[in-house]
């Protein structure tokens, strides 16, 4: 029986563990050039960080910082995080979850120092980083795994989708062998990996979602984690003004689903997957300054409600 991410780490370290969303200052490969211009066109301006501690910091010219520098850096960030954490509750052990942009994409040296600070921390039990599969090289699976001999290492993969159709069209810039390569190294280097997947991208049916859902749980080694939220249209993203065009002329290319709708899909997502594999999340947390669609997602106590109704028997709860 699968198991919310929730449960998964109380069982291991005796109480509730919380996220600390954290910036390294790395940029993404899909915006410079290197790979693409522009980004995954539902990528917001923040580079999925608005919730990230220290967004826009000293990191990005990391030539010109020395070790205390980072640290100092670093430091801040991570009071401005736990201070909003600590709003709500008595918090003591934490996941360092550096969040926005690709967080592999820079020099691995300057990487390394950052994570190390981060990693070593006494309430840091475990270090989350979000990236790209085509972003990590040889010397940064090397260095993930060092750091994983010190304290758990998660790699956060934003495969959104199987189907190279469908990433084409929303400008992802890599395929799906490039993803499969990465997994196989991430998981040989003793790394645990969790993908993240969109639901409800343009052109994609219920079918096309789930043949998603298969894949990673024909994975092996089995998928260690899964991120799934439903399609967000945010203000100033290329999607938006898609998806605007896309109302204007009637094409019908972009479906929102209703809350209903979702919840089910999610639920039978969730049913094919191994027991193994740790649900992190079934629901996206947009900016509500910045949420065109779909609305109801700014409810999440009502939709969490919705979704423990309909996976309380698969998830255990």
Known sequence: MAIKLSTYLKNIYGEKVYRLSLSSGCGCPNRDGTVGTGGCTFCSEGGSGEFAAGAGNGFRRTSDLSDEDIITILDKQISEAKSKVMKKSDARKFIAYFQSFTNTYGDAEFLRKLYTAAISRDEVVILSIGTRPDCVGPDIVA??????????????????????????????????????????????????????????????????????????????????????????????????????????????????????????????????????????????????????EPLWSLDKKRVLNMLTAKTGDVLGI
């Open 143 to 292: 260095m993930l795994k060092e750091l994983n001999n010190i304290k758990p290492v998660w790699v956060e993969l934003g495969l959104q989708t199987i189907h190279d159709d469908t990433a084409r069209a929303f400008n992802r810039g890599y395929d799906l062998e490039c993803f499969i390569d990465a997994y196989r190294r991430l998981k040989e280097a003793g790394l645990s990996v969790i993908v993240h997947l969109i639901m409800g991208l343009p052109g994609e049916s219920r079918e096309d979602m789930l043949e998603s859902v298969r894949f990673l749980a024909d994975l092996r080694p089995e998928l260690d984690g899964i991120k799934i939220q439903n399609l967000q249209i945010l203000k100033g993203t290329v999607m938006y003004q898609q998806y605007l065009e896309d109302k204007e002329r009637g094409e019908g290319r972009f479906h929102i689903m209703s809350m209903e709708e979702y919840t089910d899909l999610v639920a039978e997502a969730i049913a094919l997957l191994p027991e193994t594999t740790v649900i992190h999340r079934m629901q996206g947390d947009g900016p509500r300054k910045l949420l065109v």
